[in-house]
């Protein structure tokens, strides 16, 4: 199995709110997590590389990994009109000898009201 | 500047018109893919290649060729496109595998009639 449930939202909050965006999955073998950000018409930039469960932080941004729940997320604190993006979560098993790649939800619009 | 490019950014073609779309990277990645993002179905993988002459099927591979010649280059092609390959393409490369760090070009945006 590799689906990955991620609601496309829109999600509209106004500038200043704490975001909190989710993705859920079945495969319990994926261990490598990420958050892709989309602008419009640009390709994806990684956002957030996570390894197994646990927290981690980066500025505004906090990932976080709870695999016996198969439940990430992603806390976006004092949003900005320029998060307003398209969030895709993404993830792996890591196997395959390298081959094994990512298996990505289809993401969350996001709109930050100024 | 370290990137993934993609040619052409736009393209608009019949229905049994072969046709190419090139990728480009200049950061000596040893992985690269071809996507295709639909909406309400998100990003598939299309082929992926983890060397020179290694490619492989991803989850969405017919209809589509690819080649890996050299490095950097990672063309991927349609021999006869059909109207259910329209959609929007993105190539990607990381530095050894497929889930490491993917890096993505801009995308080229393919209408078949």
């Known amino acids: 199995q590799k689906e990955v449930e991620q609601d496309p939202g829109p999600l509209s909050v106004p500038e200043g709110a704490i975001v909190s965006l989710n993705c859920t999955y079945s495969n319990s073998a994926f261990q490598y997590f990420m958050w892709y950000r989309q602008y419009s018409r640009k390709g994806p930039e990684l956002l957030m590389y996570?390894?197994?469960?646990g927290n981690k932080e980066d500025g505004r941004f906090t990932a976080q990994v709870d695999k016996s729940s198969k439940y990430i997320s992603l806390f976006i604190r004092d949003s900005q009109p320029s998060d307003s993006a398209t969030y895709l979560c993404?993830?792996?098993?890591?196997?395959?000898?390298?081959?094994?790649?990512?298996?990505f939800g289809k993401g969350t619009h996001l709109i930050i009201q100024p | 500047e370290a990137q993934v490019t993609q040619n052409p950014r736009y393209l608009i073609t019949v229905t049994g018109k072969k046709l190419t779309v090139t990728c480009s990277q200049n950061?000596?990645?040893?992985?690269m893919s071809w996507y295709r993002q639909d909406p309400g179905l998100g990003l598939r993988q299309i082929y992926y290649s983890m060397n020179v002459e290694v490619t492989d099927k991803g989850d969405v591979p017919e209809g589509y060729k690819v080649s890996r010649k050299e490095k950097r280059n990672f063309p991927l092609i349609l021999e006869s496109p059909s109207p259910n390959q329209t959609s929007l393409y993105f190539c990607a490369s990381s530095l050894f595998s497929g889930w490491d760090e993917q890096f993505f070009g801009p995308g080229t945006r393919l209408t078949v009639l």
């Open positions: 993404a993830m792996s098993a890591g196997s395959g000898g390298g081959a094994d790649g990512l298996t």
């Open positions: 950061m000596n990645h040893e992985y």
């Open positions: 996570t390894y197994s469960s």
